[in-house]
């Protein structure tokens, strides 16, 4: 059974940085797709970034609210998804959750979903 672990949200000051890991458990696991959701108090769940592994590399996609601040990627031999965040804002609070697609031989590509991890940037 897959499992999926966020770590690395906390506390910071506006402008700071933070560095979001999404880690996959089991043997065999291949990543086939990474995203990070975000929902704030009283808001929707939004997209924030996604990757798709390619045979040419992985491609990514970023929400505009975020494009130029956060960056998606991974570490194949960790399985682990990662969200660089640079210059957080107040409006950049919320829970962040990460999903996968995720392949292994015993149970084929599942849709997952981890618990999440809290992201508050204080002004």
């Known amino acids: 059974q897959v499992q999926l672990m966020e770590s690395g949200g906390g506390l910071v000051q506006a402008g700071e940085s933070l560095r979001l890991s999404c880690a996959a458990s089991g043997n065999g696991v291949i990543i086939n797709t990474g995203a990070w959701y975000r929902q704030a108090p009283g808001k929707q769940r939004e997209l924030v970034a996604s990757l798709v592994r390619r045979s040419t590399g992985d491609d990514t996609n970023i929400a505009d609210s975020v494009k130029g601040r956060f960056t998606i990627s991974r570490d194949n031999d960790a399985n682990t998804v990662f969200l660089q965040m640079n210059s957080l804002r107040p409006e950049d609070t919320g829970a962040y959750y990460c999903?996968?697609?995720?392949?292994?031989?015993?149970?084929?590509?599942?849709?997952?979903w981890g618990q999440g991890t809290q992201v508050t940037v204080s002004s």
């Open positions: 999903s996968g697609n995720i392949w292994t031989r015993t149970t084929g590509s599942k849709d997952y």
